[in-house]
């Protein structure tokens, strides 16, 4: 069995009508000015809400704010690229100490021939490539530049020999010019 539908007025705490409601009998137009009003003072509570500025909400810090976790993460992987770059350039030796290639080694001596117009860093890091030992290790590295007086393969002759452009010195870690020094 149906319970008595009971409708109330805003404002007023008593019941002002029981109805019995079935679907055989429409519905009053006092039920529906009820109904009604009650759909329209909900909408008013929301849209009075919605007009209302939002309250500042206090931000509570608890930990570190995502920016500065998102900086902490972008230096740290700046640092790692940077340091990978310094270790393969000093591994390298430099990019024109890497166009050099050995022709030969015959015990600690080590035969090179590098391009033209090197400068004096780019052969001693030439030089030290070649030795791959690390300073005080006796080893010596013999650097030509290319050109017809420059060795193909070892042995070489004694013109060859002669035209040694620069030699390195790894026990001391010294380049010696040949054209201006005696080698």
Same mark, same amino acid.
């Given at each position: +069995? @149906?319970?008595?539908?009971? &409708?109330? +007025? /805003?404002?007023?705490?008593?019941?002002?009508?029981?109805?019995?409601?079935?679907?055989?009998?429409?519905?009053?137009?006092?039920?529906? /000015?009820?109904? $009604?009003?009650?759909?329209? %003072? !909900?909408?008013? @509570?929301?849209? @009075?809400?919605?007009?209302?500025? /939002?309250?500042?909400?206090?931000?509570?810090?608890?930990?570190?704010?995502?920016?500065?976790?998102? &900086?902490?993460?972008? $230096?740290?992987?700046?640092?790692?690229?940077? $340091? &990978?770059?310094?270790?393969?350039?000093?591994?390298?030796?430099?990019?024109?100490?890497? %166009?050099?290639?050995?022709?030969? #080694?015959?015990?600690?001596?080590?035969?090179?021939? =590098?391009? %033209?117009?090197?400068?004096? *860093? *780019?052969?001693?890091?030439?030089?030290?490539?070649? =030795?791959?030992?690390?300073?005080?290790?006796? =080893? +010596?590295?013999?650097?030509?530049?290319?050109?017809?007086?420059?060795? #193909?393969?070892?042995?070489?002759?004694?013109?060859?020999?002669?035209? !040694?452009?620069?030699?390195?010195?790894?026990? *001391?870690?010294?380049?010696?010019? =040949? @054209?201006?020094?005696?080698?």
């Amino acid at each position: +069995m @149906r319970q008595p539908a009971r &409708f109330v +007025m /805003a404002g007023n705490s008593a019941p002002t009508r029981t109805v019995h409601s079935s679907p055989a009998r429409p519905a009053g137009a006092r039920q529906l /000015a009820a109904g $009604a009003s009650g759909v329209l %003072a !909900v909408g008013k @509570r929301a849209l @009075r809400a919605k007009s209302k500025p /939002a309250a500042p909400r206090k931000t509570t810090e608890e930990g570190p704010s995502w920016k500065l976790i998102g &900086f902490i993460v972008a $230096a740290a992987i700046a640092v790692l690229v940077a $340091a &990978f770059l310094v270790i393969a350039y000093v591994r390298s030796g430099s990019m024109a100490a890497a %166009a050099c290639h050995q022709i030969g #080694q015959t015990g600690l001596v080590h035969a090179v021939v =590098c391009p %033209a117009g090197l400068m004096g *860093d *780019d052969l001693a890091s030439a030089g030290e490539n070649a =030795c791959d030992e690390p300073l005080g290790t006796p =080893c +010596m590295t013999y650097i030509w530049t290319a050109g017809p007086e420059a060795p #193909q393969r070892l042995p070489m002759s004694k013109a060859q020999s002669a035209a !040694v452009w620069a030699v390195w010195s790894n026990w *001391d870690g010294v380049l010696r010019d =040949c @054209r201006r020094q005696a080698c």
